[in-house]
Nanobody
């Protein structure tokens, strides 16, 4: 009932910036919280940041101070502004949505996008 489509991924230099977007469609009135997750090859999916309609942002320790999550509820678009990028930020980034409070746990979300690749190198 909810579709999520990510965009904005690509290649960036160490210390550079990228902004990801996630467009939600369908039964969007059922969404309370949206979030970003990432997964590198051979690793578990990691919560990056989450936010309610326009409050209660939550960040993982690895991105705190470097990434900013925001949401345009009227247009149903989620953003992730990434700055001061490091090689460890390289991963497939996924958009997620659900009816619960902000969380960095995968089990809290029932809708997922297909992912967008981010690659950081010198």
């Amino acid at each position: 009932q909810v579709q999520l489509v990510e965009s904005g991924g690509g290649s960036a230099q160490i210390g550079g910036s990228l902004t990801l977007s996630c467009a939600a469609s369908g039964n969007t009135d059922s969404i309370r919280t949206m979030a970003w997750f990432r997964q590198a090859p051979g690793k578990e999916r990691e919560g990056v940041a989450s936010i309610e309609t326009d409050v209660r942002p939550k960040y993982s320790d690895s991105v705190k101070g470097r990434f900013t999550i925001s949401r345009d509820s009227a247009k149903n678009i989620l953003y992730l502004q990434m700055a001061y990028l490091v090689v460890e930020d390289t991963a497939m980034y996924y958009c997620a949505a659900g009816p619960n409070l902000p969380s960095l746990r995968t089990a809290a979300y029932n809708y997922w996008g297909q992912g967008t690749q981010v690659t950081v190198s010198a």
